[in-house]
């Protein structure tokens, strides 16, 4: 059955980085693009980034852009999310969901995470 | 790229029917057949529930329906079950390879 499992949330303090993944299986990873949304807690959600299938595309929310880069390794089934110059606004749970698009992107997502958790915190 | 417009709470009772707005702008809601809907259940991972507009995911039940009208977004659900009580998000496509969400709805069902 299909799987996405986020990994490297944490505590971090304003101004640091963090890495975080999300390994992937059963489906063919290579043909899905695959976004980064996040949820601040008791708060909605927000999108953040998507990059496609083959990651030669890739896109941002405007409050992330220039601070995070979203990347992939079709070889190992991982989407990254790295994250630079942390805010205390950028607390919150980080999704990876796939886009529901074969091959293209088309922007919904049919397949999520479970999340993580990242706190910005001095 | 500011959030989507939706009412922060509806309710209804069993078997009632309510529908959710989302106002937008022309540059994302009212500018392309892409508003979706998802529904999260607390604890959740969100779940599509309505995509390009009007489009029910296959498994989805026929009781949620999505319409459109220039800027505005709705999500109309049919017959309340207790189980629709969740968080309702609409989301659109934005332009520029963007996308936004709405601020969110808690439905309550009585």
């Known amino acids: 059955q299909m799987q996405l499992v986020e990994s490297g949330g944490g505590v971090v303090q304003p101004g640091r980085s963090l890495r975080l993944s999300c390994a992937a299986s059963?489906?063919?990873?290579?043909?899905?693009?695959m976004h980064w949304v996040r949820q601040a807690p008791g708060k909605g959600l927000f999108w953040v980034a998507v990059?496609?299938?083959?990651?030669?595309?890739?896109n941002y929310a405007d409050s992330v852009k220039g601070r995070f880069t979203i990347s992939r390794d079709n070889s190992k089934n991982t989407v990254y999310l790295q994250m630079n110059s942390l805010r205390v606004e950028d607390t919150a749970v980080y999704f990876c969901?796939?886009?529901?698009?074969?091959?293209?992107?088309?922007?919904?997502?049919?397949?999520w995470g479970q999340g993580t958790l990242v706190t910005v915190s001095s | 790229q500011s959030a989507l417009t939706q009412p922060a709470s509806v309710s209804g009772s069993p078997g009632q029917s309510i529908t959710i707005s989302c106002t937008g702008t022309?540059?994302?809601?009212?500018?392309?057949?892409?508003v979706s809907w998802y529904q999260q259940h607390p604890g959740k991972a969100p779940k599509l529930i309505i995509s390009?507009?009007?489009k029910r995911p296959s498994g989805v039940s026929s009781r949620f329906s999505g319409s459109k009208s220039g800027n505005t977004a709705s999500l109309t659900i049919s017959g309340l079950q207790a189980e629709d009580e969740a968080d309702y998000y609409c989301?659109?496509?934005?332009?520029?390879?963007?996308?936004?969400f709405g601020g969110g709805t808690r439905l309550t069902v009585l």
């Open positions: 969901a796939r886009d529901s698009g074969d091959e293209a992107v088309a922007g919904d997502f049919d397949f």
């Open positions: 059963g489906f063919t990873f290579s043909r899905s693009g």
């Open positions: 990059i496609w299938n083959d990651g030669r595309n890739e």
């Open positions: 022309s540059s994302d809601v009212g500018g392309y057949k892409l």
């Open positions: 390009d507009d009007n």
């Open positions: 989301y659109s496509y934005a332009g520029s390879i963007t996308w936004v």
